[in-house]
């Protein structure tokens, strides 16, 4: 069974632009959270989607929002970039909910904001 | 307010011997708790997991203990070997469905030959 995969793998934007990440689950996994991972934050839940609604939120500002197609393929995007936004962004899928399952990550997108 | 934590930012341990990655969280409301290993410019790689009804659980090398009345896991790698080298995460959820990952912020491993 293939990984998940994100696309794509860099990016570089300039502040003020917008960007949209793109990830595909597992074959098979309904549910797809986003992570930002940053040296002094650590990973950071964005949110979760699961049969294209999101289920679940962090504590980010609203520049930062996903959706989740019909065939569970998710991406998410951020608005007006920050150079704080300057971070590896993670995708993890599991088969149903986030809670007592396992998710597996992607490669990550490495985004540099200039 | 770090929910999971993970005291230590760096461990060498000498191949061949014992690796003890350590973990504490504050919210009682875990009880679903993970180990993912990370190298950089890769995503995190699962390792394994253990629910609040185990005390233990065990994958060939890698075992990782939970203690409940202490809010504490840890991971056991034994032996080490330069591969394990990377940054080991503890990350711990609820079992209902709307409770998110919440990660530590990592504990880099070098295992020196």
């Known amino acids: 069974k293939a990984g998940v995969t994100q696309t794509p793998r860099y990016l570089i934007k300039t502040r003020g632009q917008q960007v949209t990440l793109s990830c595909s689950p597992i074959s098979g996994h309904r549910s797809v959270s986003w992570y930002q991972q940053t040296p002094g934050q650590g990973l950071q839940f964005l949110f979760e989607?699961?049969?294209?609604?999101?289920?679940n939120k962090g504590n980010f500002p609203g520049r930062f929002s996903g959706r989740q197609f019909s065939n569970s393929r998710s991406e998410m995007n951020v608005s007006t970039l920050e150079l704080g936004d300057s971070a590896l962004y993670l995708c993890a899928s599991s088969l149903e909910s986030q809670g007592g399952e396992t998710q597996y990550f992607g490669p990550g997108t490495r985004l540099l904001v200039l | 307010d770090q929910q999971v934590k993970q005291n230590s930012p760096s461990l060498s341990v000498q191949e061949g011997r014992i690796s003890i990655l350590n973990c504490d969280y504050t919210n009682s409301m875990f009880d679903y708790f993970l180990w993912y290993k990370k190298y950089p410019a890769e995503g995190p790689t699962f390792l394994i997991s253990?629910?609040?009804?185990?005390d233990k659980n065990e994958d060939g090398r890698f075992t990782v203990f939970l203690n409940k009345s202490a809010k504490h896991l840890s991971l056991h790698i034994v032996p080490s070997q330069p591969g394990d080298s990377a940054v080991y995460f503890c990350a711990a959820s609820g079992s209902s469905g709307n409770t998110p990952l919440v990660f530590g912020k990592g504990t880099r491993l070098s295992v020196i030959a």
């Open positions: 253990i629910s609040s009804i185990k």
């Open positions: 989607y699961f049969s294209e609604t999101q289920r």
